[in-house]
């Protein structure tokens, strides 16, 4: 088991690698022709909130019941019902999304009046930033429709991952970044408004996202014509798991969208510089965090269909020493590189100094939560693949309650840093409860050994610490630079740390077999 565990994460994570590293670079671009002003605040506005829908409908939510629901059936029916099943998901779930989308195109003010709101005030009082929510509203009518496309690549992906293919799901987002790239490139200096150009690239990667899977699942068999069935059997389960699940696996996202209002309120370019923080951030934690999530569910699922309690638990705790081995020193890493992360990979064309050091502060903030957002992604399918859907929302409502207060706490004398650092506190509370509702219903234990793999790992971490610390070249120097030996410096500075990283745990006593799942 551990080995189809460690191959799958691998799997994963490698396709996930290309498709990060295609992210930083489309982010770079960006960066280069928008920086962090107003034109760069409107476009992230109108990417984020189809981003946060698609977390709702497809990635998140959805796959969180329906991957359990496709593994009962695949387990225990044959395979015209599995069709079947699959048959009436795309045509139920299809038809939703797509009034939802014509809606949200539709009305795509109101959506912005409501998200951005600050920026609603100022148009409604004629004020000077009036032409924000204008443009704002009309990049949400050409960013909104990705949501559709996305929705069905979510569903083929889900189907291809509780298959064991794990590859071409997490491939798929490549092209995303390309299309944004490339209309970044050749369409939006075109333009008088390059933002527009992005939008349509954000459109474009979806279409091609969801044309690039259909041929693998014509291949398995599973491409099937959609059919609207309510009440269908499995559609019941899916949609029941499904409602309260929207809550509580995107209680992160709901998160960053009540930062997105406060943050409209604030300084101009306080949404790009937590946008440009996030995106480091989210570079370890799809890499380890979501691809760890992401092969451990249908293997959870799997255990929960064959009544294996204890096979259950030790893929939890896998899920969990994995998750800690890996996001620990990227946690440590990131807050100490903060800063030279950010001058190397953003500052050129419009992204000066400035956006470099108040990216860096909310960097700090966002990093400090980094290990919590991971467990909550390793953590929630321990109930999800049990088909319990109610507690984990009822942990994320309290941690989403949270966020506001602390939000409204932090806000005031921190501006757009203190949203993330209710950001940070709040998903630390969520994967808290979580763990505690695991432990507390006799699902999980912490198995023999793990506290001890633990303490090596924060060893190893305050030591890997202390050796960035001293090899990091002070901000003066990092000023005399230049781009190619920036560059050097911060590669050099993150394949030492990871050496040291690694000799410490070594030395401490950490071994492969601790990370293997014995039955």
């Given amino acids: 088991m551990s080995k189809k565990l460690i191959k799958s994460g691998m799997i994963v994570s490698s396709m996930t690698l290309i498709s990060r590293v295609l992210g930083l ?18 476009f992230f506005f109108a990417n984020k909130i189809p981003n946060f829908l698609r977390r709702l409908f497809a990635e998140g939510a959805f796959a969180q019941a329906f991957v359990p ?3 009962e059936y ?9 069709k079947d099943l699959i048959s009436a998901v795309s045509g139920t779930l299809g038809t939703i999304v797509t009034v939802i989308t014509i809606l949200g195109v539709l009305g795509s003010s109101v959506i912005t009046a409501l998200f951005g709101f600050g920026w609603f005030l100022e148009w409604w009082n004629g004020g000077a930033d009036a032409f924000k929510f204008e443009l704002a509203s009309d990049m949400l009518k050409i960013t909104f429709p990705y949501l559709w496309f996305i929705t069905f690549t979510a569903l083929s992906g889900a189907i291809l991952n509780t ?17 944004i790239i490339g209309c970044a490139i050749f369409l939006s200096p075109q333009l008088q408004q390059p933002e527009i150009g992005l939008a349509v690239g954000v459109l474009l990667g979806g279409a091609i996202q969801f044309f690039f899977q259909i041929p693998f699942l014509k291949k398995e068999k599973l491409l099937v014509k959609p059919s609207w069935q309510w009440h269908h059997p499995g559609v019941v389960k899916i949609r029941t798991l499904m409602i309260p699940a929207l809550f509580g696996v995107s209680v992160s996202q709901i998160n960053l ?23 480091l951030l989210e570079f370890p934690l799809g890499l380890f965090g979501i691809a760890i999530a992401t092969v451990i569910l249908p293997s959870l699922s799997s255990s929960h269909v064959n009544q294996s309690p204890q096979a259950f638990a030790k893929t939890i705790d896998w899920g969990i020493r994995s998750v800690c081995f890996l996001g620990f020193p990227a946690m440590l890493g990131l807050m100490v590189l903060a800063e030279p992360m950010l001058r190397v990979l953003f500052m050129r064309g419009e992204f000066d100094l400035q956006d470099v050091s108040m990216s860096a502060m909310s960097l700090w903030a966002y990093a400090s939560g980094l290990l919590s957002f991971m467990l909550v992604k390793v953590l929630a399918p321990g109930y999800y693949s049990r088909q319990d859907t109610k507690t984990p929302v009822k942990f994320g409502i309290i941690a989403m309650v949270s966020n ?27 994967a808290g409860l979580l763990w505690f509702g695991l432990y507390k219903s006799g699902v999980y234990q912490v198995q023999k ?71």
């Fill in 25 to 42: 670079v489309r982010d770079i671009v960006i960066a280069n022709l928008m920086g962090a002003g107003a034109a760069a605040d409107l």
């Fill in 69 to 71: 629901v496709l593994t």
């Fill in 74 to 82: 695949e387990k225990t029916q044959s395979r015209d019902q599995v």
């Fill in 163 to 179: 298959l064991g293919k794990f590859a071409v799901a997490a491939f798929t987002p490549v092209f995303l970044n390309i299309a």
């Fill in 257 to 279: 969208l009540l930062d997105t209002f406060i943050a409209s309120f604030l300084q101009t370019g306080s949404i790009s510089w937590l946008y440009y923080s996030d995106r």
């Fill in 404 to 430: 506001m207060v602390l939000n409204v706490i932090f806000a005031v004398p921190f501006g757009y840093v203190g949203l993330a650092i209710a950001t940070s506190l709040s998903a630390t509370l969520n």
């Fill in 449 to 519: 050994g793990s506290v001890a793999v633990l303490i090596r790992i924060i060893a190893s971490g305050l030591v890997m610490v202390a050796g960035l610390l001293y090899m990091t070249p002070s901000l003066v120097m990092w000023a005399d630079f230049g781009l190619l030996e920036s560059a050097m410096q911060l590669i050099a500075l993150i394949l030492g740390g990871a050496a040291l990283y690694l000799v410490s745990n070594f030395i401490f006593g950490l071994r492969l077999h601790h990370f293997k799942v014995s039955r």
